[in-house]
């Protein structure tokens, strides 16, 4: 088994081997053995530069990560009992340890305090490096307007003044996260292989036909991105645009039509005049109903100026309804 040449110092070591069948503790070892080998350290360490390409995870988040792994020694060498232990946490923990892990990650400056500086830094390494969207890209939109939408969702309710700005409470995090569940299954799995599905990462293929402008299109790849963060991953593939006022119409009746066509689910998405741009998830197909009508599959989202989800709290089953009244542009 990888550094088996060396007993185990680390009094968690045991405890944490004790999270894993000897399948995948075997598998661990296979990983470790071939990371040490690429790290050219005679097998008994990973060295940061192979640790954060493996992973594919660059800059302050695949540092900081690094660091948490090694249980912050800054001795830039990580070795089996590191991975196994930071696994057995990470991964294997309960809720509050992976998101305790969670919060510490996103302290990339490692001063102990999550301010809006970290969670910027946290968002553009989503995008830039994990999702790989860039800004000229169709679809996408300006990675500083829309790490914005994600900044603007947090609270920071703690001053100190060992600190240059506001930061962030465990239970802000939280909140936080509750909110943007994509962001939390993406930081909850940067510790699995990046090949393998890593959860969070997956961004629904927008089918847009080629005469319409993707620029009148509310629907960027970072907005389907966030609200697919509620959805199972069957239901992250093909997104196919049905309706857009500029294009159809203000009808009523042709934007049901157009809907009620579609026997999948469907996501609405408004812009006011306001500018601010929110909607929700229908699971069932839109019809017209004399009572409410849906599962505990719909929410509400918000897009700009901040993104959030909101799912729905089983005080009522007010999820789904269609009404006659007249459609504004959206």
């Known amino acids: 088994m990888g550094n088996a040449q060396s007993p ?5 070591f045991l405890s944490s081997s004790r999270a894993f069948t000897q399948k995948e503790l075997q598998h661990l070892s ?3 053995d071939s990371l040490a080998t690429q790290s050219q350290t005679n097998a008994k360490y990973i060295s940061p ?3 954060q390409t493996y992973f594919k995870l660059h800059g302050p988040v695949g540092e900081r990560l690094f660091d948490l792994v090694t249980q912050e020694r800054k001795d830039q060498r990580l070795t ?3 991975l196994v232990v930071a696994k057995a946490t990470y991964e294997k923990g309960t809720k509050d340890e992976i998101e305790e892990f969670m919060f510490r990650l996103v302290d990339v400056s490692g001063d102990n305090f999550v301010g809006r500086s970290d969670l910027e830094s946290v968002m553009i390494a989503i995008f830039n490096d994990i999702l790989c969207i860039n ?3 169709v679809g996408s939109s300006s990675h500083k307007d829309i790490v914005n939408i994600f900044l603007n969702a947090a609270n920071f309710s703690v001053h100190d003044e060992k600190c240059t700005e506001e930061a962030m409470s465990f239970d802000d995090f939280r909140s936080w996260c509750a909110h943007l569940p994509t962001v939390r299954k993406l930081l909850g799995g940067l510790l699995l292989p990046p090949d393998s599905g890593r959860p969070g990462t997956q961004i629904p293929n927008l089918l847009i036909p080629k005469d319409i402008d993707t620029n009148i299109v509310l629907l960027k790849k970072e907005y389907a991105w966030h609200i697919g963060g509620a959805l199972s991953q069957h239901e992250l593939e093909d997104w196919k645009l049905l309706y857009h006022s500029f294009v159809n119409g203000l009808s009523f009746n042709t934007f049901l039509g157009n809907i009620s066509n579609h026997e999948g689910p469907t996501v609405l998405i408004i812009k006011d005049k306001d500018g601010y741009i929110y909607g929700g998830y229908g699971s069932q197909k839109w019809e017209r109903h004399a009572e409410f009508y849906g599962d505990m599959k ?4 918000q897009l700009n100026p901040k993104a959030s989800i909101f799912r729905p709290t089983g005080a009522n089953n007010n999820l789904q309804w269609v009404i006659y009244a007249r459609m504004r542009k959206v």
């Open 49 to 51: 530069s192979v640790f």
């Open 80 to 82: 089996f009992e590191d």
């Open 8 to 12: 185990p110092t680390d009094p968690r």
């Open 30 to 32: 296979s990983l470790f």
């Open 298 to 301: 719909c929410y509400l989202f």
């Open 135 to 137: 800004d000229s890209e």
